[in-house]
Nanobody
Framework: QVQLVESGGGLVQAGGSLRLSCAASGRTDSNYAMGWFRQAPGKEREFAAAISWSGRSQYYADSVKGRFTISRDNAKNTVYLQMNSLKPEDTAVYYC???????????????WGQGTQVTVSA
């Protein structure tokens, strides 16, 4: 089992930046992929970004590509999501997720954090 705790959400104006962090604990001795998902009000949760254990493979939703960057520090068991050029439509609860295995199976993430709110004002 992996436990995840997100931080770094908040309120920002359109065009601004935020950096989310997610700290993992528990069974972190095995290779695990990590990802960020988000859920806007009245919408289903959607994939945003994911990264492999090594960090060499990264995946992005088209809606965030070129604006968001996912990275990880395995020494700290932490994954980051740098969000630049934020838009009001990025407003959502952002969830950190993890799975043992490949990062690209977006519907197979099994461990989830509680989420952190990101609000982008126009």
């Amino acid at each position: 089992q992996v436990q995840l705790v997100e931080s770094g959400g908040g309120l920002v104006q359109a065009g601004g930046s935020l950096r989310l962090s997610c700290a993992a604990s528990g069974r972190t001795d095995s290779n695990y992929a990590m990802g960020w998902f988000r859920q806007a009000p009245g919408k289903e949760r959607e994939f945003a970004a994911a990264i492999s254990w090594s960090g060499r493979s990264q995946y992005y939703a088209d809606s965030v590509k070129g604006r968001f960057t996912i990275s990880r520090d395995n020494a700290k068991n932490t994954v980051y999501l740098q969000m630049n050029s934020l838009k009001p439509e990025d407003t959502a609860v952002y969830y950190c997720a993890a799975r043992y295995g490949t990062a690209g199976n977006f519907d197979r993430y099994e461990f989830w954090g509680q989420g952190t709110q990101v609000t982008v004002s126009a």
